[in-house]
């Protein structure tokens, strides 16, 4: 799926827009506005993202794997089908517990 667009009007599994790659984090933007923006993201087993904040809330609805959230430096154990929402300008970092893949929604207001 990773070269293929992702289409308006059609309907899709959010696990194929991304693929895994070993030793990285890949991600695809699935709708980029002024008011919000829709990415999902495929992180390798021990791969993750370092700590900073967004101004604005962020949704994260784990799509398969396991992941570890920390916000405010306290960690938060997600797996498949959970969610969490990291507040506006606190800090938070993500760590692949095993490969997984996530939903992130970033609304803009």
Avoid: C
């Avoid at 370092?50 to 101004?55: K, N, R």
Wanted: proline fraction near 4%; glycine fraction near 6%.
């Amino acid at each position: 799926m990773a070269n293929k667009q992702v289409m308006k009007a059609k309907g899709m599994r959010l696990e194929e827009v991304v693929d895994y790659q070993k030793g990285s984090v890949v991600s695809r933007e699935i709708i980029n506005k002024q008011t919000a923006t829709v990415t999902v993201f495929a992180f390798d087993k021990g791969q993750g993202l370092s700590e900073h904040v967004a101004p604005f809330d962020v949704f994260v609805y784990i799509l398969n794997g396991e992941a570890k959230i920390f916000i405010l430096s306290k960690p938060h154990l997600l797996k498949k089908g959970e969610m969490i929402i990291m507040p506006a300008n606190k800090p938070h970092a993500l760590k692949a517990v095993r490969k997984f893949k996530m939903l992130l929604v970033m609304i803009r207001s």
